[in-house]
């Protein structure tokens, strides 16, 4: 068997001569005896020894605890310090970096036999955690989405860089404050700070959803909307050991989520309400009704008069730009609470809501043919319009909206056979 190989990093020659003779006893193999930290990392890099005694405290040296880092993390080459034991005391009150095991001076030859078998020994389970804590941090640092990890107590022991993109705050400066202080969300529903996440979802025990719409205040205070989930991390018994926070900005998702909710329920030209959502909103206004007997609303059905004359005369981009016109026009006849929709090509219907009779939706029906009677200029042309409207009042003996809104339409019928720029009001006994 071939004997390990043991570097002495030891200021005191009579100490080091007296370790190289113990170890050269034991069956181990002293490369050789330094003094210099800068000379125990060349001879750390010609020969690979299989491990370090090293004095952590040498005199006239840099730090000691910096030269085991550069030995352990770059040459992964496990290290056994030597200490007296007032050192030794000194370092449990700040932690060494990760040393396999200590050694006291002044040094016994079993205890040394001892502490360099554990070293060896223990060097390749450790090792193989350290790979694996290094690879899993890669993994981590690699996710496109924020990744936060806390204590058991909320607070912060790791984040990885998409965190510190999305928050603001450096790993360095976040580790053991509270996640509300670095994550900082609000629940725009509820319009309301999130209290910590972490906290709740290891007293829950399970993951945790963040709120639809939850929003992140940077440590800039930019608004970030955000979307995932938090959960408890449990060890291999099943203990509670801390939580982890994974989220991603959404700003796009929910940019698509308005515009796809655009798409289906508005018209693409004019941005009025479309067939779909004007029916909706009509349910919902029956549906008020039936709950309060003095409330009453009124639909009017919109038909242009003559507008295909425009479009033959103009062309079909005048005829777009006309429509927009009309479509602000309409809806500056109207009240901020009633609805102006679009049904496609020159159809338009108008919810009038709380009305009191309907006296109130003629003298709607009448501003809008006085406001669309004014020439609009569009191009250099002065364009003028009328339209033909069907009123239909609801009085309770609805129960769907296209039964009114086919009355309205019926009413708006009748009143073009009368003739351009008309208003009808539908007569239920005479169904016209």
């Not at 992964?76 to 990760?98: A, F, M, N, Q």
């Not at 078998?117 to 790979?131: D, G």
């Not at 655009?262 to 909103?281: E, V, W």
């Not at 008020?288 to 062309?315: C, E, M, Q, T």
Request: net charge negative; hydrophobic share 40%.
């Amino acid at each position: 068997m071939v004997a390990c190989k043991i570097l002495v990093v030891e200021d005191e020659k009579l100490l080091a001569y007296n370790i190289k003779n113990s170890l050269q006893k034991l069956g181990y193999n002293v490369l050789e005896i330094t003094d210099s930290a800068e000379k125990a990392i060349i001879k750390v890099a010609e020969n690979y020894p299989n491990l370090v005694l090293f004095d952590i405290y040498l005199a006239r040296e840099i730090n000691g605890v910096q030269v085991v880092d550069i030995i352990q993390n770059n040459f992964h080459i496990p290290v056994l310090y030597i200490t007296d034991y007032s050192e030794y005391i000194k370092s449990r009150k700040k932690p060494l970096g990760e040393p396999f095991s200590y050694i006291l001076k002044p040094l016994r030859e079993i205890d040394l036999h001892l502490a360099v078998e554990m070293a060896l020994n223990r060097y390749p389970t450790q090792r193989k955690r350290q790979v694996e804590q290094q690879r899993m941090e890669a993994i981590i640092n690699s996710m496109g989405c924020a990744v936060v990890v806390t204590f058991t107590d909320g607070c912060i022991e790791m984040m990885n860089p998409m965190a510190e993109k999305l928050t603001g705050w450096q790993q360095n400066e976040a580790v053991g404050r509270d996640l509300t202080e670095v994550v900082n969300l609000i629940d725009k529903d509820m319009d309301e700070e999130i209290e910590n996440l972490a906290k709740q979802a290891m007293q829950a025990g399970e993951v945790l959803n963040l709120p639809e719409n939850c929003t992140l205040i940077s440590k800039d205070g930019k608004e970030i909307p955000i979307g995932d989930n938090i959960a408890p991390i449990r060890d291999r018994n099943g203990n509670i050991t801390g939580a982890v926070l994974i989220f991603q900005d959404i700003t796009q998702r929910k940019h698509t989520e308005v515009e796809l909710l655009r798409n289906a329920f508005y018209d693409g030209l004019t941005a009025l309400p479309n067939r779909i959502l004007f029916l909706d909103r009509l349910k919902q206004a029956i549906e008020r009704s039936k709950r309060r007997s003095d409330y009453r609303f009124a639909v009017l059905f919109l038909d242009l008069d003559s507008f295909k004359g425009i479009n033959d005369r103009f062309g079909h981009g005048m005829g777009d730009d006309f429509l927009v016109a009309i479509a602000r026009r309409l809806e500056s006849c109207v009240r901020s609470g009633d609805t102006v929709g679009r049904f496609g090509g020159d159809e338009f219907a108008v919810l009038l809501e709380d009305i009191r009779d309907i006296n109130d939706a003629i003298n709607v029906a009448k501003r809008i043919q006085d406001t669309l009677g004014l020439p609009l200029n569009l191009n250099g042309n002065q364009i003028c319009t009328t339209a033909s409207i069907g009123i239909a009042l609801n009085r309770g003996g609805y129960d769907n909206p296209e039964s009114l809104l086919r009355c309205a339409d019926n009413a708006m019928y009748r009143a073009k056979q009368q003739g351009k720029a008309r208003y009808g009001v539908f007569n239920e006994a005479a169904n016209c």
